[in-house]
């Protein structure tokens, strides 16, 4: 019967970047007579993907993934088949990009005279590898043009502003940033926030 070789599988992870080509090649594959071979991620063959070629010879098997994007990280499953029996095995890919945005909803809190208190959630994907910091823009809704107003550690998913201008509406974004790059903006409240004090004068 087949037997995929495990020394040669369980090195590590294999990785690769959004975008480039992720190559697994002569992956030995024993049985008599030589196996079929065919590769699987999430139950699906390989083979049906145009931008996949799986190469097999004699007792060798070589997977390669063109234009690799994030949801293309897991386990794979390598399937080897003759007439005497069968073997699989599983080896990790993992596709690095830049995260996805931040979580909704942008919340703007304790708002008064000079500041308020902006809070978000971190992304559902961080592309890989940690978020490095989170970056902030703020938004003169009478100008109609964003410019930072601050930046926090990955760890942090808070930011507190004290050097607004007072009665301006405002609105703000973030975004996550990792080592491969930046995400989309988190843009928020719906309704811009005015900058004052929470009680009017009587």
């Not at 897991?74 to 979580?103: C, Q, S």
């Not at 703020?138 to 043009?145: R, S």
């Amino acid at each position: 019967p087949p037997i995929i070789d495990r020394d040669y599988l369980y090195k590590d992870k294999i990785w690769t970047k959004t975008g480039k080509t992720l190559k697994f090649e002569n992956l030995p594959v024993d049985g008599e007579p030589p196996a079929k071979v065919a590769w699987y991620f999430k139950a699906r063959n390989m083979a049906e993907d145009e931008n996949c070629t799986v190469t097999n010879v004699e007792y060798l098997t070589s997977i390669e993934i063109r234009n690799c994007v994030r949801k293309q990280t897991g386990m794979y499953v390598i399937r080897a088949t003759n007439e005497h029996g069968k073997d699989e095995a599983e080896v990790e890919f993992v596709i690095l990009g830049p995260p996805g945005p931040p979580e909704g909803p942008l919340e703007v809190t304790g708002v008064h005279k000079e500041g308020c208190k902006i809070k978000w959630r971190p992304p559902k994907d961080d592309g890989g590898k940690p978020i490095r910091k989170y970056k902030l823009e703020k938004l003169d809704c009478e100008a109609g043009n964003w410019s930072p107003c601050g930046e926090v550690d990955g760890d942090k998913l808070e930011l507190e502003l004290n050097n607004l201008e007072t009665g301006k509406k405002m609105k703000f974004r973030v975004k996550a940033e990792n080592e491969e790059g930046e995400s989309e903006w988190l843009e928020g409240p719906a309704d811009p926030v005015t900058i004052k004090d929470p009680f009017d004068p009587p």
